[in-house]
């Protein structure tokens, strides 16, 4: 089991960055696949990025790609997301998920560990 604590969240003007990161609990945090999803109010939770055991590969979505950056450091088992040129259209809260098996997927069913969540607002 992994427990999984996000922080860096904040409010910023639209076009800066934040860096979020999540801790990870736990000896075998290389073993599992990474994944950061968010949820605005009103909304469903939905896919950001996601990264390999490895960090070798990376999966975004359409919406952040090219503007966010997933990586990961196994040795201090942790994760981040570099956001840049952030939009008002970013604003939610950002979790961090663990999934057990390989391969980077992304619905939320195919994950197994949770955070708690970090709000991130961008002001327009």
């Known amino acids: 089991q992994v427990q999984l604590g996000e922080s860096g969240g904040g409010l910023v003007q639209a076009g800066g960055s934040l860096r979020l990161s999540c801790a990870a609990s736990g000896r075998t945090f290389s073993t599992y696949t990474m994944g950061w999803f968010r949820q605005a109010p009103g909304k469903e939770r939905e896919f950001v990025a996601a990264?390999?055991?490895?960090?070798?590969?990376?999966l975004y979505s359409d919406s952040v790609k090219g503007r966010f950056t997933i990586s990961r450091d196994n040795a201090k088992n942790m994760v981040f997301l570099q956001m840049n040129s952030l939009k008002p259209e970013d604003t939610a809260v950002y979790y961090c998920?663990?999934?057990?098996?390989?391969?980077?997927?992304?619905?939320?069913?195919?994950?197994?560990?949770w955070g708690q969540g970090t709000q991130v607002t961008v002001s327009s």
């Open positions: 998920a663990a999934r057990v098996l390989s391969g980077t997927y992304t619905n939320t069913g195919a994950y197994d560990y």
């Open positions: 990264i390999t055991r490895s960090g070798g590969n990376t």
